[in-house]
């Protein structure tokens, strides 16, 4: 499976070995900004956008739905790139849709490529053959894949420890109830900067609904880049779910990241020293 894909992510030197699904006009599947960051916090978007390989048309969906939270996490990517500008990080995001493929998702999962999601069936997922779910593999989840663990390995190899910190949003009505909860702050198995997030963000005056591993955690399946990029490789790391209604606009986006960026400076300033 890997050598589908064997360039030199970081210096760009080829591009993806083009299987079938993206063109070459649609361009690399993942972006990295910021790369030589002066800090060590890795912002990973893997749901920045809801666009479709033109190969997939519409999989079969409805303009609302493609526009909706099950195509991306609204405003995830705006406010991921104001905190990699206020603390100097490194960005990465998937270029295309959450249902091309779950870049948070390992291949053998189903929800990977999900054939429902909430209310909405995914036609366009369920008429798909094993090879063309290959090459969403090869085309989409594996550059992305790569890129991040190919960054984290260098920044290691040169005596650096990123921060991971993977960046989604939520949709504030799901199945048709409203969700209170404005701030998740999730964790697998290494919750060192998770606790104390939510630490500092829990003394003084309390400016969010701010929850554990809500509205979804480990058992949900969404903590594969964490234990990917972070914990097998004994990173700091935390997953941050924000209500989308709070970064709906860019004056949101702003607030929250001016938040976020204080909270982050002062969690990872509180972590123990390698
Ligand atoms: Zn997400």
């Known amino acids: 499976m890997k050598n589908s894909f064997h360039c030199d992510r970081?210096?760009?030197?080829?591009?993806?070995?083009?299987?079938?699904?993206?063109?070459?006009?649609?361009?690399?599947?993942?972006?990295?900004e910021n790369g030589d960051a002066k800090g060590d916090f890795l912002f990973v978007c893997e749901h920045a956008s809801s666009r479709l390989p033109e190969r997939l048309g519409t999989l079969g969906l409805p303009k609302e739905a493609l526009e909706?939270?099950?195509?991306?996490?609204?405003?995830?990517l705006a406010v991921s790139r104001l905190l990699a500008g206020k603390l100097d990080g490194t960005l990465i995001h998937q270029r295309f849709s959450r249902l091309v493929?779950?870049?948070?998702?390992?291949?053998?999962?189903?929800?990977?490529?999900?054939?429902?999601?909430?209310v909405y069936e995914v036609p366009g997922n369920r008429?798909?053959?094993?090879?063309?779910?290959?090459?969403?593999?090869?085309?989409?989840?594996?550059?992305?894949?790569?890129?991040?663990?190919?960054?984290?390995?260098?920044?290691?190899?040169?005596?650096?420890?990123?921060?991971?910190?993977?960046?989604?949003s939520f949709t504030p009505v799901y199945f048709g109830k409203s969700r209170s909860v404005e701030l998740g702050i999730l964790?697998?198995?290494?919750?060192?900067?998770?606790?104390?997030?939510?630490a500092v963000a829990t003394t003084g005056e309390?400016?969010?609904?701010?929850?554990?591993?809500?509205?979804?955690?480990?058992?949900?399946?969404?903590?594969?880049?964490?234990?990917e990029y972070g914990v097998r490789h004994g990173l700091?790391?935390?997953?941050?779910?924000?209500?989308?209604?709070?970064?709906?606009n860019e004056v949101g986006q702003r607030v929250m990241a001016d938040y976020l960026g204080g909270l982050l400076a002062r969690s990872a300033a509180a972590l123990p020293k390698k």
């Open 187 to 198: 964790h697998d198995a290494d919750s060192r900067l998770a606790d104390r997030m939510l």
């Open 127 to 168: 008429a798909m053959s094993a090879a063309e779910r290959q090459a969403r593999v090869d085309e989409v989840y594996l550059p992305f894949h790569e890129t991040v663990s190919e960054f984290v390995a260098a920044r290691k190899a040169v005596g650096r420890q990123p921060i991971l910190v993977t960046m989604h």
């Open 101 to 118: 493929y779950d870049c948070n998702r390992p291949p053998e999962s189903d929800a990977a490529t999900p054939v429902v999601s909430e």
């Open 236 to 248: 700091p790391n935390v997953m941050i779910e924000i209500r989308n209604d709070l970064i709906r």
């Open 206 to 227: 309390v400016a969010y609904d701010i929850r554990r591993n809500e509205p979804y955690g480990p058992a949900d399946g969404v903590t594969h880049s964490l234990i």
């Open 10 to 32: 970081l210096t760009r030197q080829w591009g993806p070995v083009l299987t079938g699904l993206l063109t070459q006009a649609e361009g690399d599947p993942v972006a990295i």
């Open 68 to 76: 909706s939270h099950i195509a991306w996490d609204p405003g995830a």
